[in-house]
Structure formats: structure tokens, C-alpha cells
């Protein structure tokens, strides 16, 4: 029997809001997504469900079908892992312990960055408070919108590749699991774990076949191809790694409202894969429009 879709319109599963890094309430995320002629849109805040409420009372308003998700911070080794999450349990005791232990070492962290930025700019904590909404993940973008607030930097992408670039001696990393931990975390409260960006420095500095057929075991289900981070080389590597694996290919913007570049629907993933990461999920419900 083939179901009738309850969704059409092209899909964008990895957009911020201010809930993280993002620069535009939850809702007007939803806004700017019907406004783009997106169909489907899932909002994937950095280690956080806080906007999904807001999200899905909008996108029900303006005629777009969400996806609630998540970006899980992971580290493997020294290399920083995003693990996209779909449609998981908001409620899951486990998986919100360990978001909560990310945002507390996010938080400590970024206090510690600024205090040591502070011996060289004039910069305070109250700065990047000023920059942060309540309750918010904190990352380096609010301390980046600091910097641009003061006046040391033009735009939050040249925070990045100054001042705030880990080679420039500033940075200091946050507590994230590993991987695997990750995603056994995300299947366990129902949902549906996806790598975001993995080949952003080429098919080299990807992870290795060994520790992805162990993230596969424990219910990898996919991997994001087309987002604009991604290296040449490294699409075709995933391309060949997804075949292998069984895994699904999925492409999206990583919107960030005014805070990068990215603009939603400059990648879609194809309705097919959409419906498959919802039959995979047990954890939530889309919120169709
Ligand atoms: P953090 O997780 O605190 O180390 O900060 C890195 C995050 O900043 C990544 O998830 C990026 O997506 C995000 N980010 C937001 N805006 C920018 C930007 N303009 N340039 C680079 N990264 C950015
Ligand atoms: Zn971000
Ligand atoms: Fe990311
Ligand atoms: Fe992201």
C-alpha cells in the first residue's frame, strides 16, 4: 500500500534559531521558511528542544510541516562530530542529562574564551550576555556577535577566522560524548541520528570506515551530502560510504538568520528520505501543517 504524503514542498532538515547560534526567534525561522517555499522544515538547535513548542505552534500558522530536531555536540578524538537528531522523545531523561551536561560546559566554557580574549580586547562577559537570548546554548557565534558589537570585528564569520579560530590560541574545547554514545542516546529516546557536514575538510579528515560501521551498528541512519561545507571530494567519498553502508544521503542550509551566509533551501533532502527518516522514528511526531 503506498501512503498518501501528508507533506509536499521541498525540505530543509538543519536550520538555528536563537534557542542556539541562530539570530531569529523560533517562529520566525517557520516564517522564513514558508516565505523560501519550503515544504518541510526541521529546526535542529545546538544541544536543545527549547524551541520546539514555539516552532510547531508557527508552523501549523504558516503552512509548513516540521521536523522538531536537535544538533548534538559529539567529540571523537579531537575532532568535533555534529550529529543531527530527528523526532526523538523530548522527554527522555537520559538524553536530556547528557544535552544539559553540554549546555553547563558550553556555558563554562565560554566564560573561560572570553576571560582569556578579555587580556588582549576590551570585552566582558555582559557583552556576550548581551548578545545571548535567556536560556540559550551558548556558543563562540554569541561571543563572535560580541566582538562585532565592540567593534573588534566586522561580521561574526571574521570572529571566526580570527580571533576566535582555534589556531589563534583563544579557543578552549567543551565537553560533548562520543559518537557512539550519541547516537545510541538519540535511538534509545526514538529518533533518528544523521551526521551533519562530515566531509567539511575532504574526504581524508572524515571519519574512518571502522568507527562509522560502529555508529551504523548502533543506528547511524544517515548522512548530510549537500550542504555548502562540504568538500567535492568529500560528497563523492559519502556517496560511496552511504551505498556501502545502507545509509540515507540527506541536504540542508544550516540557516543561521543573519549569522552565516547559508540561506534556507539552498539544499534539500528528497521527499523519499524525509519519509523514511519518519517511518524510522518513534520518538515524536512531525507537526504537519
Ligand atoms: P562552537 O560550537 O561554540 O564551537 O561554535 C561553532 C558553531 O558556530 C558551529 O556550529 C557553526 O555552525 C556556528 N556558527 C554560527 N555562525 C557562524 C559563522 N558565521 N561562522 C562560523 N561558524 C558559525
Ligand atoms: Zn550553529
Ligand atoms: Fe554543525
Ligand atoms: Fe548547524
Redesign the pocket.
Known amino acids: 500500500m503506498t501512503a498518501v504524503p501528508l507533506f509536499t514542498g521541498p525540505a530543509d532538515l538543519h536550520t538555528?534559531s536563537r534557542v542556539s547560534?541562530?539570530t531569529e526567534s523560533p517562529s520566525r525561522v517557520m516564517r522564513q521558511a514558508a516565505g523560501a517555499g519550503l515544504g518541510v522544515v526541521a529546526l535542529t538547535d545546538?544541544d536543545s528542544t527549547a524551541g520546539w513548542h514555539e516552532a510547531s505552534v508557527a508552523a501549523r500558522d504558516v503552512g509548513v510541516t516540521l521536523i522538531p530536531g536537535m544538533?548534538f555536540?559529539t567529540r571523537f578524538g579531537y575532532k568535533?562530530v555534529?550529529l543531527l537528531a530527528y523526532l526523538f522523545d523530548p522527554a527522555d531523561g537520559d538524553l536530556n542529562t547528557e544535552t544539559a551536561r553540554i549546555r553547563e560546559s558550553?556555558l563554562r566554557?565560554?566564560e573561560s574564551i572570553v576571560s582569556k580574549i578579555a587580556a588582549d580586547y576590551a570585552l566582558s562577559w555582559d557583552d556576550v550576555v548581551a548578545q545571548t537570548t535567556p536560556g540559550a546554548t551558548?556558543?563562540?557565534?554569541h561571543?563572535?556577535d560580541a566582538l562585532v558589537a565592540r567593534g573588534h570585528v566586522p561580521?561574526?564569520?571574521e570572529?571566526?577566522?580570527g580571533i576566535?579560530h582555534p589556531r589563534t590560541g583563544y579557543?578552549l574545547?567543551?565537553y560533548a560524548p562520543d559518537p557512539l554514545k550519541a547516537v545510541r542516546l538519540v535511538r534509545a529516546a526514538g529518533g533518528v541520528p544523521v551526521i551533519a557536514h562530515p566531509a567539511t575538510r575532504g574526504r581524508d579528515a572524515m571519519i574512518d570506515e571502522k568507527h562509522l560501521g560502529e555508529l551504523v551498528d548502533a543506528g547511524l541512519f544517515g548522512l548530510e551530502i549537500d550542504h555548502r561545507e562540504n568538500t567535492p571530494d568529500g560528497k563523492v567519498r559519502l556517496r560511496q560510504l552511504a551505498d556501502r553502508f545502507g545509509l540515507v544521503l540527506t541536504g540542508s542550509s544550516?540557516y543561521?538568520g543573519d549569522?552565516?551566509?547559508n540561506r534556507l533551501g539552498e539544499n534539500t533532502t528528497p521527499d523519499a528520505v524525509v519519509q523514511a527518516i519518519i517511518d524510522e522514528a518513534t520518538g515524536s511526531e512531525p507537526v504537519y501543517s
Open positions: 538555528h547560534d541562530g545546538h544538533e555536540s568535533s555534529h558550553r566554557r565560554a551558548v556558543g563562540r557565534p561571543i563572535a561580521t561574526r564569520s570572529a571566526f577566522a576566535l579557543y574545547p567543551h544550516d543561521h549569522g552565516k551566509p
